[in-house]
């Protein structure tokens, strides 16, 4: 236990793909006073997922143990005084992360006839069996002759996405499809669960989720309209007036703890529950984004955010992004993100391929040894490799293209290999092919006018491995200021917190209060970066002339 015991305390929930975290924070000053990470008991025994066919699904039932367990452990750490002075909760989620609910907004998977189908679970926003799905949302936005519902998510639908995730699930299954009456996202039922209302109709929903992931927007009063949904697939019909015309940023109040909830968390009953949003969201908000700041948050994937004034831009849309959203980050802003749908699992499945010998024809205790060292040891030797002789050029694909514009069927490639070609040349590629993914992503928002002065690198990679960020810089050109927070997004939910509960007046004012600034810099280095430009070069054509053969 640290930290002042006669202050104001909000408590942070980070729900992550493999765990959640929480994170009891105090909100006058930012300082962490105590956290515990839950892993998803399901999920971490592989059920309910067939990585061969792109399926990823997770079951609420480690959502809610999760929670339970990360808030109630982290509070053992702190003093009765402090949890007697926690005031709210804020609650961030993986996205778009769907799933069915009856009438009552009970989800299919927690009812006993549906409790190990795939399909009444919540759909990871890894999953990428809506591919078939994505491309009829496209075509007919395109085609349909009304209004292209895509235009404010970068003028290309996702098979990551609310809409493509629910129509591939009423498809595929026909008793979901038959007992679904609406869906939620993962971050707009939390909120729901700890205020005690999960009525589909009636909760809150996340502007950033919606306005993102499901094509909501104002211009056209909210969802897209039935016309076009149901030419997208008579399936959809009638689903819209089923799910919601308004939308809340994670700043507004969604209700006070429950009873049940207060009970279980160990918490006061009525306290502050913000509205939910995306954890990438919320942890451009931890990492202090401003104007001008582009924020990754690198872990597994690239989640890039960023923040401009609506005079600033106007009426332009930014081409080929993951959306541009009135407040979906901070409240009376709109908020643009982009993001690579593989980074540090770039780097894992290297190392990974790599260890199949020590994994398969070696003792354990070995094996781990090797495994524990072996990303530490590569990025030495990479860092040693000289960048002005021929090395290969590799696409960061692996796991399709986020940004920029949408493309879940590509696949990576590594152009360039010979004899001499090692291991440690080889991860120095694919270390450099994730900063030219972050780098044509940053060059799609120049295009449509939107720059950058500085990068800010959050998540699990920028502390671990101060070689990728500083390839990052030298192929981006720019400075890459490394956040201190260790938990960012949780921090950011904290905020969110902290604003739902009325100790501050607007998002700024948490952040300037809560933030936790920075560590270092690193700066680009003018000889490595000119060099980066002709190879960056390289990286655009090759993927240019390899892009219809790597969708096969």
Known sequence: MSGKENGRYVIGVDFGTDSVRAVVISADDGKEIASHVALYTRWGRGMYCSPGENRFRQHPADYLEGIEESVTHALEGVSKEVRESVIGIGVDTTGSTPAPVDRDGTLLALRDEFSDNPNAMFVLWKDHTAVEEADVINKIARSWGGTDF????????????????????????????????????????????????????????????????????????????????????????????????????????????????????????????????????????????????????????????????????????????????????????????????????????????????????????????????????????????????????????????????????????????????????????????????????????????????????SGGIPKKSPFVIQVLSDVLGIPVKVARADQSVALGAAMFAAVASGVYGRVEDAQKRMGSGFIKTHNPDKARSDRYRELYRRYRNIGAALEDELRK
């Not at 098979?159 to 679904?180: G, M, N, Q, Y």
């Open 150 to 457: 895509t235009k404010y998510s970068g003028g290309v639908y996702s098979s990551e996405w609310f809409w493509a995730k629910i129509l591939h699930v009423l498809r595929t299954d026909r008793k979901v499809r038959k007992e679904a009456f609406s869906w939620v996202e993962h971050a707009d039922w939390i909120p729901a669960v700890l205020t005690g209302d999960t009525d589909p109709l009636k909760i809150k929903r996340s502007r950033c989720a919606a306005g993102h992931k499901a094509m909501w927007h104002a211009e056209w009063g909210g969802l897209p309209s039935e016309e076009y949904l149901v030419k997208v697939d008579p399936l959809l019909g009638g689903l819209r007036e089923r799910l919601y015309e308004e939308t809340s940023t994670a700043d507004v109040n969604a209700g006070g703890l429950c009873d049940e909830w207060a009970g279980r968390l160990g918490l006061n009953p009525g306290i502050a529950v913000a509205a939910g949003a995306f954890d990438a969201h919320m942890g451009a908000v931890g990492a202090e984004v401003k104007e001008k700041t582009f924020v990754m948050i690198l872990g597994t994937s690239a989640c890039d955010m960023a923040v401009v004034s609506p005079g600033v831009l106007g009426n332009r849309l930014v081409d080929g992004i993951c959306g541009q959203v009135d407040g979906s980050i901070v409240p009376g802003m709109i908020g643009l993100e982009a993001g690579q749908s593989s980074f540090g699992d770039v780097y894992a499945w290297f190392r990974d391929v790599l260890l199949w010998p020590s994994r398969n024809l070696m003792d354990p205790e070995s094996a781990a040894r090797i495994e524990e060292t072996l990303v530490d040891e590569l990025s030495k030797e990479a860092a040693k490799v000289d960048r002005g002789e021929s090395i290969p050029v590799a696409l960061d694909w692996l796991n399709g293209r986020r940004t920029p514009y949408a493309d879940q069927k590509l696949k990576g490639a590594i152009i360039g290999l010979r004899l001499g070609t090692d291991a440690p040349v080889m991860f120095r590629s694919f270390v450099e092919s994730t900063a030219y993914g972050a780098r044509a992503i940053i060059d799609r928002f120049a295009e449509d006018g939107v720059e950058f002065e500085e990068v800010v690198a």
